[in-house]
């Protein structure tokens, strides 16, 4: 399979605003107490495995085993809720993640209940962040750049 059109030729002030805003998270998930890269990068294979983004399930899961992630976590990653392998953050962070991809509305209950466990600052970010993985999983549903390609 071949990249259907290079967004990132046709489109690089948009694709740069992309690339900013994960250099941001970089930097926030870096010195975040909360949110940790690692975390972040769970985050971004679990919504990716709801959209069902082959690229990015592959990338981000080679990333966190790159990173020293278990395999045990990331088998589990589809059935967190039932594994006691995430902790009480990883868990709030997951849920949150799953509740914005859905496109849920955010009622109160569920809005305090995540800021209460990862604070505003974690919040904002994350919130930020499962954003920003869902738009590369659009983008890359749609362009379908090759699986694995990013390795070369």
């Known amino acids: 399979m071949t990249l259907r059109t290079n967004y990132f030729e046709l489109a690089p002030k948009a694709i740069q605003i992309l690339m900013d805003q994960e250099d941001y998270l970089s930097e926030q998930f870096s010195v975040s107490k909360t949110i940790t890269k690692t975390m972040w990068e769970l985050v971004k294979l679990r919504v990716s495995q709801i959209n069902q983004c082959a690229f990015c399930i592959d990338l981000h899961s080679t990333q966190l085993l790159d990173q020293g992630e278990s395999s045990e976590r990331l088998i589990g990653l589809n059935a967190w809720r039932d594994m006691p392998l995430y ?4 868990r709030a962070a997951l849920a949150w993640a799953e509740h914005l ?8 209950v569920s809005y305090n209940n995540a800021i209460q466990v990862l604070g505003e600052q974690a919040f904002v ?7 920003a993985i869902n738009s590369w999983n659009r983008i890359a549903k749609t362009f379908k750049p090759e699986v694995g390609s990013y390795r070369s």
């Not at 991809?101 to 109160?108: H, L, P, Q, R």
């Open 87 to 90: 902790t009480d953050i990883e």
């Open 125 to 131: 970010d994350l919130t930020i962040a499962i954003n």
């Open 101 to 108: 991809t859905a496109g849920k509305s955010v009622d109160d």
